[in-house]
């Protein structure tokens, strides 16, 4: 079985930063696009950043110059650094990646459980 599992959310000020991990784990041969999403109450799952396989990266235009997404593909880890925190960006955050199981040509998307991040005013 795949999980990916987030770990890094809690509760900072405004202004503060934070680094969310995820880790993959399980039986697979190989993982493509890793991603991070957020869901804020009330609101739809949105895309955050996403990152190739060979490091490609892109962001909604509401993180780019404060939010970092990066990978460790030996460690099967993404990684997603986030500065100048805003209280809007107060949400679930959960990564996502597309992962080749055994015996399969194709990737398929796996989901974490998500982490919380809450920032304060």
């Known amino acids: 079985q795949v999980q990916l599992v987030e770990s890094g959310g809690r509760l900072v000020q405004a202004g503060g930063s934070l680094r969310l991990s995820c880790a993959a784990s399980?039986?697979?041969?190989?993982?493509?696009?890793m991603d991070w999403y957020r869901q804020a109450p009330g609101k739809q799952r949105d895309l955050v950043a996403t990152?190739?396989?060979?490091?490609?990266?892109d962001y909604v235009d509401s993180v780019k110059g404060r939010f970092t997404i990066s990978r460790d593909n030996a460690k099967n880890m993404v990684y997603l650094q986030m500065n100048s925190l805003k209280p809007e960006n107060t949400a679930v955050y959960y990564c996502?990646?597309?992962?080749?199981?055994?015996?399969?040509?194709?990737?398929?998307?796996?989901w974490g459980q998500g982490t919380q991040v809450t920032v304060s005013s």
């Open positions: 996502a990646a597309d992962i080749q199981p055994p015996l399969l040509i194709d990737t398929v998307r796996y």
């Open positions: 399980g039986s697979f041969l190989s993982i493509n696009a």
């Open positions: 990152i190739t396989r060979g490091g490609s990266t």
